[in-house]
């Protein structure tokens, strides 16, 4: 039997509620192909703080270090707001990301067809929108130094090498020859210097696949094209700021930032949380979407363990329930019956093991 370590980091608000739902799959998912999943849950973010000072305490670096894969709930906490830095639960996973040397985050945006309606875009602009976005994940305004606040003067820095930017880049290149091939590089070359390398990196870089197009677009136009063209992008390539927001701007198309999901590569351990927060109004009440952290579990599956039979029962599973009617309020439109967090997650593990029974008549 496979056994593999895996360690859960529920974090703040919502991310308890969705993680919950999360591991239920994932133990379905373990049941159904005869995997053994290890779970080492441990505190991060403000429920680190809480009870440890730290938003990322040693047992939880420990922790990660020596596990095969990272599962993240989310953090935030809007009574740490005011806090400094160093207690920040915001700090706990940007200091995660760069101990696991995860730079490579990426976030797929799909549309399934059972929520076309889910979105305020027209139904036309969303037919054939299937896009990756490749967001560089540890460098950046992020990271850079010098950073600080002197009264009533604050700096960040926003640097890369171009080391930082080949190794994203090939992520990109590589992503597109499995899709359709086509890499949206986007930057700010017309004002800043920074994008003028990325661009001339990533070029550089594009010259090793000539089988996929590259094309390049500024940070603000790409902004508008996601919303007004989306179909006509394939890869979004982009900086470690510009792709945090374009992630969230992308999660309209799909009908809610409760749907995405997303996985943080390196050389090492993967990290794998859904793209949204910790939605504090929203914490404590079974009502937030777990779609996003279940399909982070998919990705986890696919990309973490290299098990894609597992990660497309999961995908396969989350397609179903959402065409049989399975709705958070999130996704609910007038007439629609709503369901809740859990009875969300149990719909799906439903699925997963009713796959299973398939499989054997
Ligand atoms: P958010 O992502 O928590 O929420 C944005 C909006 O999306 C809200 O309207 C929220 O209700 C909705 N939403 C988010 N997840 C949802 C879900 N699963 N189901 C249904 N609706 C969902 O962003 P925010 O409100 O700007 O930030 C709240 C806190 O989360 C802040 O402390 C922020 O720093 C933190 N945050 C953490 C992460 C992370 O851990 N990766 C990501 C983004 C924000
Ligand atoms: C995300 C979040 C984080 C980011 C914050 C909480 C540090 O918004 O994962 O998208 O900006 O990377
Ligand atoms: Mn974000």
Redo the contacts with the bound molecule.
Sequence with gaps: MKRYTIAVLP?D???PE?IAQAVRVLEAVGERFEIRFALDTCPV?AAAVRTSNSPLPPETRRAVTRSHAVL???????TL?DAPRELR??TG?LTLRKLLDVYANLRPVAIHAALAGCSPLKPDRLRGVDLLVVRELTGGLYYGEPRGRNGKRAINTLAYTTAEIERIARVAFDAARGRRRLVTSVDKANVLEVSQLWRETVTQVGRAYPDVRLEHCYVDTAAMRLVSDPASLDVVLTENMFGDILS?EAAVLAG???LLPSASLGDGAGLF??????????AGRD????V?AIATVALLLRHGLNLPAAADAVDDAIAAALDAGAR???LARPGDQIIGTKEMGSRVVELVLAEALEGLS
Excluded: R, W, Y
């Design positions: 974090g608000g919502i991310g969705v973010g993240l709930g989310a953090v935030g906490d809007p707001d639960p915001e996973l969230d809610s930032l409760g949380e859904p793209v949204h927060g910790s939605a504090p109004p929203l009502v937030a979407n777990p996003g958070t309020p999130d």
